[in-house]
Every structure is written in C-alpha cells, then in structure tokens.
C-alpha cells in the first residue's frame, strides 16, 4: 500500500511525541515542524523526500530521522560557552560564498584565506558542531585573536594520515579521515611545508569539499590535467563543496590556479594570499 503523507504525517507523530514539543503539518506545503514549545526553535522536514526515504529503506530511515532531528533540536535549546571547551573549537574552511551571517542574522566569525576560501570557526559538539558568531565572543570577552590561536593550535592536533596514489608519474595523497575537518587541515602549517620539503616537483593542495585534502606532487604536465579533473569530481560529490580550484602551494602562500588542458597553470588574477 502506498505511503500517503498523512500516514507519514502520523509515523512522524507517533516518533516526536515529546512533552516539551509541538509539532505541525503544513497540507498547503506538504510539510512537517518539530519545535520546542518555550521557544519555537524547530525544524521542518518535507513529507514526500521522508516518504521517499522510507520507501527505499524502511523504518531504518525513519530511525535515522529521528535521530537527526533530536540532535538539531537539541544543539538548538543548549547555551554554548567556549570557555573550558578551547579543545572543541576548531577552523573550518568554506567558500567565500559561504553567508557571513546565520539563519537568526547573527555575525559569523570569519577571516579572509584565499580568494576562493574563507575560514570559519566551530565548536565541536560531538555528532554536529555549531559555528561561532560576534555575540559569542562578546559574550565571553574573547578576541577574535584568542579563537584564532587556539583553532589553529587544534588543527594541528588533528591526524595527518594520507593515502598515497601515483598516477602518470605524479604523486597524490589524499586525507579522509571523517571527522569534518580534513579541509582545515589546509591550515596546518607545518603539514604544508612537510609535504613542500618532501615533493619532488611543484605542490598543488586542492579542498574540494570538507571531507577531503589533496596534495598533488606534479612532477609533468599531464599532473596538471589529473588533478584538476579529480578536483572537480569530488568538488560535484561533496556534501559541503569549497571549491573546484586547486592551489600551487609557494613560498608559505597558496595561490588558486586555473588549470588549462596540457598546459602548466597560471596563476589566478588578483587572488589573496593565506594569513
């Protein structure tokens, strides 16, 4: 029998039956809202992609709807206080497309990196981190310095395990590790004048998207070639893509490239340079 978005409608009722919840159907939008009751801070989910979900897995999908759900609601209704949790803040790196202010309109903490880049600041919470704004900082009487120091000493921390490839005679190494802050690891310093140290030829350092670094040995021209089609296929698959663009990796500063086929890059015009 096919799923209905009032059947759902009750699945999801049934699931979210929390005292300190109410929750809504739009029929108009074909919608539903979990919000806490003291302050309206909710979340709305779209019946037909659930139904969607639910047809293909089951209650499995449900299950994990479920949990998303709690969680987001949860990080909502929760004050957060970044002293005595310096080991939970970290950089994140987003496209400078990336808005520089919430849902709420508060002011993200942000400082310039590239002319592709830009790096935000986050607070760990676990399953899901929240991205730190002015208020804050205020709140706490932090400087903009402080957080930037003690991220950049946390990025640092991080693992540094890569998986090596070696295609037409240039080096790849690629950093996954899943725990969100693979691309911030373009931050690490020392990371990047290791591998510079290390490479035989030029070094390009590509961030896709914020599950993955790359780090491209080019030692000929068809490297050139292989890594920018591999950045763009994972910059297309990433769950929060930064960019197509690969970075030549100079005298500590990053430079974004366009690549053009068979050719050595030349470097974008009037593009920043990383602090």
Do not use: C
């Amino acid at each position: 029998m096919k799923m209905t978005s009032i059947k759902m409608k009750k699945k999801l009722e049934e699931r979210m039956n929390n005292p300190e919840w109410n929750t809504s159907f739009n029929r108009d939008k074909d919608t539903f809202r979990i919000e806490w009751k003291h302050s309206h801070q909710g979340i709305t989910v779209t019946i037909p992609n659930i139904i969607a979900k639910y047809e293909r897995r089951g209650e499995a999908a449900l299950d994990e709807l479920e949990d998303h759900i709690e969680e987001a609601l949860r990080i909502m209704d929760q004050t957060n206080e970044l002293s005595g949790k310096e080991k939970n803040i970290f950089p994140v790196i987003r496209a400078t497309s990336f808005p520089k202010k919430s849902k709420s309109g508060k002011q993200m903490v942000v400082t310039e990196h590239t002319a592709e880049t830009r790096i935000y600041y986050a607070l760990d919470l676990g399953k899901s981190y929240q991205l730190i704004d002015q208020s804050m900082l205020e709140e706490e009487e932090w400087t903009q310095e402080r957080l930037e120091e003690v991220a950049a000493f946390n990025v640092r921390s991080l693992p540094t395990d890569m998986n090596h490839d070696q295609v037409a005679g240039n080096d790849f190494y690629f950093m996954a590790s899943q725990d969100g802050y693979d691309a911030s690891r373009i931050l690490n310093e020392s990371l990047l004048e290791e591998m510079k140290a290390n490479s035989k030829g030029e070094l390009a350092v590509a961030v896709p998207h914020q599950d993955v670094l790359i780090f491209a040995d080019i030692q000929n021209k068809m490297g050139y070639d292989i890594l920018a089609q591999m950045t763009m296929k994972f910059f297309a698959e990433g769950r929060v893509p930064i960019t197509s663009l690969p970075f030549m990796y100079e005298d500590k500063h990053l430079e974004p490239v366009f690549i053009l086929a068979k050719n050595k890059p030349e470097t974008q015009q009037n593009s920043g340079e990383d602090e």
